[in-house]
């Protein structure tokens, strides 16, 4: 198996930043949580779910979940160097340079779908 990325480490939060960026969008969220606190919250919102599911027969759709804040908490690097040594892959564009072809494309195709 092989993870393939175009060989720069980059922290996950920056990628959409940078996408935004490129759709002329800014971020208007400059704070974060301790890990440890939005972890806590989660678990105290999925047990507020489940104990309505319990009590009320009432289905409710979570999206502050345990699982989530453990995906998008934590920093994570791809090393590519067994894909260029067995494949010889070597990556074509930058990621700036990708996702600045995507935003162009969707701009392309949807000038202004957030109004």
């Known amino acids: ?5 175009n060989d720069n480490p980059i922290f996950f939060w ?8 490129h759709l002329g969008l800014t ?3 400059h704070y974060s949580l301790p890990l440890g606190l939005a972890l806590s919250l989660a678990w105290l919102a999925e047990l507020y779910v489940l104990a309505v599911r319990l009590l009320l ?7 502050f ?9 934590k920093n994570r690097y791809y090393d590519i160097s067994k894909a260029k040594r067995l494949l010889g892959y070597k990556p074509i564009l930058t990621l700036e340079q990708g996702i600045k072809q995507l935003a162009v ?6 000038p202004k779908p957030w109004k």
Do not use: C, M
């Not at 198996?1 to 990325?5: N, V, Y």
């Not at 979940?65 to 908490?73: D, E, K, P, S, Y």
């Not at 494309?105 to 949807?110: G, K, Q, V």
């Open 105 to 110: 494309w969707y701009l392309e195709r949807d």
């Open 1 to 5: 198996a092989f993870f393939i990325t």
């Open 14 to 21: 920056a990628i959409p930043k940078l996408l935004w960026f």
């Open 65 to 73: 979940t345990v699982f989530r804040i453990r995906v998008f908490g």
């Open 57 to 63: 027969g009432r289905q409710l759709d979570i999206t």
């Open 27 to 29: 971020s208007t969220l």
